[in-house]
C-alpha cells in the first residue's frame, strides 16, 4: 500500500540535493539530480515504513504541506513510498507448496535434472507480469 508523507528538498552549494522526512526520524538522503533524489526520497521513505511495521510502530501523522517551515531556496514535495517494496528485497522466507503434474512429464523433468522451484518461480514472475527483482 502506497504512502505519502511530505520531504524537504534543499539545494546545496554543489548543486545536489539534501532530502529529509519532517514527519518521520529516519536519517536524510541525496541526489545529484532531482529526479535521482526523489528516488532515493522513496527508498528512504519505504525503508523507514518498513522499518516501523517490523518494530510495531504507527506510522506518523503526516503533517500539512503549506505548515511546514523552510529555509530560502528549499522547497517542499510529497513522495510515495511502498514499503511492500522494501519487504520484497528483505524478506526472503520461502514457502513450500505441493502441486501434481502427471507422472510421465515428472519423470523426463527428473532425467533431465530440472529445477522445479526455478522454472516454477520463473513461470510465476512471467504469468504476474513482474520483474526480477519483484
Known amino acids: 500500500m502506497k504512502h505519502v508523507y511530505p520531504a524537504v528538498f534543499h539545494t546545496t552549494e554543489e548543486g545536489w540535493y539534501s532530502i529529509w522526512f519532517p514527519d518521520i526520524c529516519c536519517g536524510a538522503t541525496m541526489g545529484n539530480t532531482l529526479a535521482e533524489g526523489l528516488e532515493n526520497a522513496e527508498d528512504l521513505l519505504s525503508g523507514a515504513l518498513y522499518g516501523m511495521e517490523m518494530e510495531g510502530q504507527k506510522k506518523p501523522r503526516v503533517s500539512v504541506v503549506s505548515d511546514i517551515k523552510t529555509d530560502d531556496g528549499d522547497f517542499v514535495t ?22 501434481v503434474l502427471p507422472s510421465w512429464l515428472n519423470e523426463k523433468a527428473i532425467a533431465a535434472n530440472v529445477n522445479f522451484s526455478k522454472i516454477l518461480q520463473t513461470a510465476l514472475k512471467n504469468e504476474l507480469q513482474l520483474t526480477a527483482a519483484e
Not at 82 to 92: A, S
Open 78 to 99: 510529497l513522495v510515495s513510498a511502498d514499503p511492500d517494496d522494501c519487504r520484497r528485497l528483505n524478506e526472503t522466507k520461502l514457502v513450500k507448496k505441493t502441486l
